[in-house]
């Protein structure tokens, strides 16, 4: 495992207990996670205490038979490129922690590669996901599988984290075969639009599948986690704090740090939100208008983000948007995220290439949200007669779908003072 950078490392190593302080640092990383969800959360630190030294214990001379049909089963469902790093993510912890299955199985929408070999068997052959995350290896107790009732089939906990596009099929395929005891987490930045109005990706697993779901956000860039640099995470839940820090536990290593908040919906709407604002960022890009407006631009969308989610759920809180979910998610998104990219050539290019064109030559494969969110978010804007609040949500989508030019991003974001 490879160390946390020094300046990190070191801020972290001064914030320990004293009585911890002398352990080498290479001596504290079994524990690290623990540790350092105790030095940011009192109540996780006094919750973690009791259950500590189960977890840190080896195994010895072997799991007991009774023991083994007690360990909690993972499966990820998904495996894209954040897909892919969740998985190694999680497969790192569950060798580590003895109350978890060490073998993490992760759902593959099968695909065959130009070699002619099925994606599926070249990942679990390299033990490296080379079409979404090459270079990276997963670790040996990622098991791929293309069979999505085989691959949930016995887990206790399911990590979502598809394209937020195709999880209405996934649930659908899956209603009927998951336990009512399944625990649930989603990594998916997006929303689905119904009839009745908007419905959060979380929400439509937890309804379809008569199942509880968290949700997993934050600062976020898949590639530079698998390199292990250091990131941040927001687990949002709803009630059951127990289970967000099962969730912690699960996915925080000593270069991620994963915080619970509860409010899984203002969490899940940063993370969906700030896509719409990543293309807008992107156009700014493409136009060449430098980093003040890029920064008015977020500004603006921060706001706009906020007001909606607020809009939409009374309860969402405004310390949210102060969580990696927020407005770290938002900045890393607008400097290096994928939506930003695919919308700066879109700009430069006049809007004369669609953004699936676009997406399918730039991203191979990989997909956007952004451009989808901003329909959706338009929808419900219009629906409930909300448009002339959100100038910048609705300009991004009128942009996207040809209706205006990429230069209307500032010149119809944000209402000027009457001259
Ligand atoms: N990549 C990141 O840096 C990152 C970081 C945080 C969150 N996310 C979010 O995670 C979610 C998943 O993104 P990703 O980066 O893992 O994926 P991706 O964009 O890298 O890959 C696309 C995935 O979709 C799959 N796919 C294609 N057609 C499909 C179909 N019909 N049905 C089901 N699956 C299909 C592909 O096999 C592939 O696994 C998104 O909501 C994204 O916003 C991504
Ligand atoms: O590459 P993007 O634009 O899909 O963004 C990736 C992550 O959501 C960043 O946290």
Not at 155 to 180: D, S, W, Y
Not at 188 to 216: A, F, H, W, Y
Not at 361 to 368: D, I, V, W
């Amino acid at each position: 495992m490879a160390s946390p950078p020094r300046r990190v490392s070191s801020l972290l190593y001064s914030l320990l207990p004293s009585s911890l302080a002398p352990i080498p640092l290479f001596h504290a990383l079994p524990i690290y996670p623990l540790l350092l969800s105790s030095v940011f959360s009192p109540s996780l630190s006094r919750s973690l205490s009791s259950s500590m030294a189960p977890e840190l214990q080896q195994d010895g001379d072997g799991t007991s038979a009774h023991a083994a049909l007690h360990k909690t089963k993972v499966t990820v469902v998904g495996s894209g490129n954040w897909g892919s790093v969740a998985a190694k993510l999680i497969a790192s912890n569950t060798l580590r922690l003895s109350s978890f299955h060490d073998e993490v199985r992760m759902w593959v929408f099968e695909e065959t590669l130009p070699s002619g070999e099925k994606l599926t068997d070249a990942i679990n052959r390299n033990n490296e996901n080379v079409k979404y995350l090459p270079g990276i290896k997963l670790g040996k107790n990622v098991v791929a599988d293309p069979d999505l009732d085989n691959a949930v089939n016995g887990a206790n906990m399911l990590v979502f984290v598809t394209p937020h596009q195709f999880m209405e099929g996934i649930c659908k395929r899956l209603v009927g075969k998951i336990k009512g005891d399944v625990e649930a987490i989603s990594l998916i930045k997006g929303m689905e639009v119904k009839m009745e109005g908007p419905c959060m990706i979380s929400t439509l697993i937890s309804e379809q599948l008569g199942i509880n779901c968290c949700v997993l956000m934050g600062a976020n860039i898949a590639n530079e986690i698998a390199l292990e640099k250091f990131s941040e995470a927001t687990v949002g839940y709803r009630e059951n704090r127990a289970i967000a820090e099962k969730w912690v536990h699960l996915f925080s290593t000593p270069y991620f740090i994963v915080t619970p908040v509860q409010d899984v919906e203002g969490v899940e709407l940063c993370g969906t939100l700030k896509n719409v604002v990543a293309i807008a960022a992107g156009f700014v890009d493409g136009l060449e208008m430098g980093n003040n407006t890029k920064a008015a631009i977020m500004r603006i969308g921060l706001r706009e983000m906020k007001a909606f989610s607020k809009m939409l759920f009374s309860s969402v809180k405004d310390s949210t948007f102060f969580e990696s979910c927020g407005v770290a998610d938002l900045i890393t998104t607008c400097l290096g995220g994928r939506n930003r990219k695919v919308a700066e050539a879109f700009a430069r290019g006049g809007g004369k290439r669609s953004f699936d064109e676009l997406e399918a030559e730039m991203l191979q494969g990989q997909k956007l949200q952004g451009v989808s969110t901003a329909k959706e978010v338009y929808e419900v804007l219009s629906h409930r007669g909300w448009l002339e609040f959100f100038p910048l949500f609705a300009t991004v989508h009128e942009i996207c779908i040809g209706s205006l030019p990429p230069s209307a991003i500032v010149e119809h974001s944000e209402r000027k003072p009457e001259l």
